[in-house]
Each structure stands twice: as structure tokens, then as C-alpha cells.
């Protein structure tokens, strides 16, 4: 039975039994809203640890945008559901006030990793995923944390966090998790209209076929210039951008002989999506 907790200290208790009792504990921080991107960390979890833990919780830290955390879908009863389906042990969904109480006042910022793209297009997120992230892994006392490889650049900022800071946790990246047309699977795609919906698969396509005329020679410029421009033909609001970095850093990369990778972010239906793909 999937048991919900809302107190860091009910947590606590039974995650210290859990560790008394020699079992490794995984946690599986997420929004909310869940989907089979999601699931599939959990799956993942349980395949690795005797206990699994997900975090459901809206960080109104990592917000930069007041309406995008308004219009935040929420949907606990339907998320517990397809979690006890997973066989998770606990959700913690706290109360904003329980993880943020009066007088908090930390912050927890990575550097270099977390500056370029989403960085840059959402100031002071990285800041608040570091920070809840840090937090959560404190609450749990999990030793693996699982988290997507769609959030590429999320993903590279937590292991940089806990390498720099030296968090006794390991971190699993997991594949992205696909609708059938590409779309990698978002809980944003809900707010797409159905118009929106159909040319959503665009996005991972054309990244695609970028990422391929690369390997195939292509100049890196040129090519980014020919997914924009699908984006934009297809349907596409915005493209706010394409870049090819090294897969680390996320710094500029022409070395070819490090891991690159295709990361983008483009609005469609005021919904802004975002992918990425090895290249
Ligand atoms: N399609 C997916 N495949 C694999 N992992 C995913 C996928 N979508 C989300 N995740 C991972 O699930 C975790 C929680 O993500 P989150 O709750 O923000 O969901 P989301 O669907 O990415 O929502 P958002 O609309 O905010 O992008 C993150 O580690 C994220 O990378
Ligand atoms: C990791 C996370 C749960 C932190 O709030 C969030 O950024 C997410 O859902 O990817
Ligand atoms: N999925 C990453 C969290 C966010 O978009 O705020």
C-alpha cells in the first residue's frame, strides 16, 4: 500500500527504520501530474532499492514565470493511483510552509552548469531546483536519486551539486519517455490544444534530423538553421533556441571527440516545450 506523508519528521521516522533494517531507499523527486515518464523512474527505482520514495511537490522556488506555477496542473489522487499500481512505499507531498517554514532564507546555487539556456531563459530556477533538491535529499535520506534525461541540463546541474558538495546520494539519469509521434512526455502537454497537440512532434524530429546531418557532416549552423525554420513552418510560436553543447557543461562545443548533445526549448500554445538528444 502507497502510504502519503506530509511532516519531514513522519518521514524521517520511517525512513530511519527502513535504513536500520540494512535497506537501500530511492527517491523519485517530482511536480506532480504524473505520466509514463515518470513511472519509468519509479519502475527504475524499485528495480534498484528495497524502498521508494516519490516527492510530489510544486517548488514555487523554481518558478520565474507566477502564471506557469498558477496553471501548474495538480493531480494527487490520480498520481497516487498509478504510483500504487508501481509499488512506491511512500509519496511525501508536503505543504509549501513545511519545506519553506517562516525564517527560511538559504539558497543553494550551482555554478557554470546551471548559467547558459534554461538558465538564462528562466532566471533564478536552477537556484530553486538546487535548492528543493538539496532539501529533499535531506528529508529522505535516499541513497539514489532518479531523474530524466528530458530535463538534460537539470539533470547535469544535480550531479554537479552533489559531486561539489559531496551528498552521500547516487544519481541515475533515465531515458526520455515518448509519446508515439516523439513528443517526449510532459506534464505541460496537457495545456497543448489539440491543434497544438498534433504538430507538437515536430519538435523531436527536427532535432533529429539535425542531430543526424551533423554526424552525416553537416555544418552544426546550418543545420540548427534548418530545425528553426521546421519549428517556425510547422507551427511554432517561438523558437527561444537550439543549441549544440557539450553534454556536461553545456558549454559551446565543437570537440566532437566529448559527448554532445542537441538541447532545445520552442512555444507552441503559450506552452513552452523543451527536448534534447545526443548527437
Ligand atoms: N518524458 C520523460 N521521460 C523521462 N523522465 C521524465 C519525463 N518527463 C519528466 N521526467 C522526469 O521526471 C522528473 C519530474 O519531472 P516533472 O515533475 O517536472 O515532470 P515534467 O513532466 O517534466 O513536467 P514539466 O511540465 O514541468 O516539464 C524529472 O526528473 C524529469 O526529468
Ligand atoms: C526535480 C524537481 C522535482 C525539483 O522540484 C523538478 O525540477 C522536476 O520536476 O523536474
Ligand atoms: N521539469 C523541470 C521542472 C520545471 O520545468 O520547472
Redesign the pocket.
Known amino acids: 500500500m502507497t502510504q502519503i506523508i506530509r511532516k519531514i519528521a513522519d518521514l524521517r521516522a520511517l525512513v530511519r527504520g527502513w535504513k536500520a533494517a540494512g535497506e537501500v531507499v530511492g527517491v523519485v523527486?517530482?511536480?506532480?501530474a504524473l505520466?509514463d515518464?515518470?513511472l519509468?523512474?519509479a519502475r527504475a527505482a524499485k528495480a534498484d532499492c528495497q524502498r521508494v520514495i516519490v516527492t510530489i511537490f510544486v517548488n514555487p522556488k523554481q518558478f520565474n514565470n507566477p502564471d506557469d506555477l498558477k496553471q501548474y496542473p495538480r493531480t494527487e489522487t490520480a498520481d497516487a493511483a498509478l504510483l500504487q499500481t508501481v509499488g512506491v512505499d511512500v509519496i511525501f507531498a508536503p505543504q509549501p510552509d513545511e519545506v519553506y517554514p517562516d525564517g527560511f532564507t538559504s539558497t543553494v546555487s550551482v555554478g557554470g552548469v546551471s548559467e547558459p539556456l534554461e538558465g538564462r531563459m528562466r532566471p533564478g530556477h536552477f537556484d530553486g531546483v538546487a535548492t528543493v533538491v538539496t532539501k529533499l535529499f535531506g528529508m529522505t535520506m535516499a541513497d539514489r536519486g532518479y531523474?530524466?534525461?528530458?530535463?538534460w541540463q537539470?539533470l547535469q546541474v544535480v550531479l554537479r551539486l552533489v559531486r561539489d558538495l559531496n551528498l552521500p546520494i547516487t544519481i541515475v539519469g533515465?531515458?526520455?519517455?515518448?509519446e508515439a509521434d516523439g513528443l517526449?512526455?510532459?506534464?505541460?502537454n496537457s495545456r497543448l490544444t489539440p491543434e497544438g497537440r498534433a504538430i507538437a512532434g515536430v519538435l523531436y524530429a527536427a532535432i533529429s534530423t539535425a542531430a543526424e546531418d551533423i554526424r552525416a557532416g553537416q555544418s552544426d549552423r546550418m543545420a540548427i538553421r534548418e530545425a528553426a525554420e521546421k519549428l517556425r513552418h510547422a507551427g511554432f510560436d517561438r523558437v527561444e533556441y537550439i543549441e549544440l553543447r557539450d553534454a556536461e557543461t553545456l558549454m559551446p562545443s565543437d570537440d566532437t571527440r566529448r559527448p554532445r548533445r542537441m538541447l532545445a526549448a520552442a512555444w507552441l500554445d503559450e506552452v513552452r516545450l523543451i527536448d534534447n538528444i545526443p548527437v
Open positions: 523527486p517530482t511536480m506532480g505520466h515518464g515518470h519509468s523512474l531523474f530524466g534525461q528530458k530535463d537539470q533515465c531515458e526520455t519517455i515518448r517526449a512526455m510532459s506534464s505541460r
